[in-house]
């Protein structure tokens, strides 16, 4: 049965794709934003919009890694989680939207295979749940959405 694993799937695709309750999906900040402005660094915020959009791909990456058994994957360094200024180049926009667009379809295809008992196995490595985990990327991408917006403004 799928019916809760269903749901949260639906959910981390509805904030990334669109018609989210909270207002506009990750998707629909991406394609709006202006490509000089995602590198800017601002006095009241320690990342760049290219480097939260990054942090969301390092966390879907972390989720395929996982969900492939790799208890050995671990994002324990700054490089990790928010790239390198190469890869968080304005240059380098298109690719890191790629990136986070192929991740995301990465997840839900692996989610695909599974069924609702996924939920309540412990993430390989880690003293956390996959409900936990997915939930988790729902509210992290929510979370970093109105950090982009914030930047954006």
Known sequence: MRKELERLTDNL?????????????????????????VD?????????????????????KFAIEKLNDNIHFSLDSDEA????????SKENWPLLKKE?????????NLLEDQNDDLLDKRVPGEFYDYYKLLSGIVQHDTYHLGMIWVLWE
């Open 100 to 108: 986070l667009t192929d991740t995301h379809k990465e997840l839900l």
């Open 13 to 37: 695709d509805t904030v990334f794709r669109g018609d989210a309750w909270h207002g506009p999906s990750v998707t629909e900040i991406l394609n709006s934003l202006k490509p000089d402005l």
């Open 40 to 60: 800017q660094r601002h006095g009241f915020s320690k990342r760049t919009i290219a480097e939260l959009i990054y942090h969301l791909v390092a966390w879907r």
């Open 81 to 88: 989680n928010w790239g390198t200024a190469d890869i968080t």
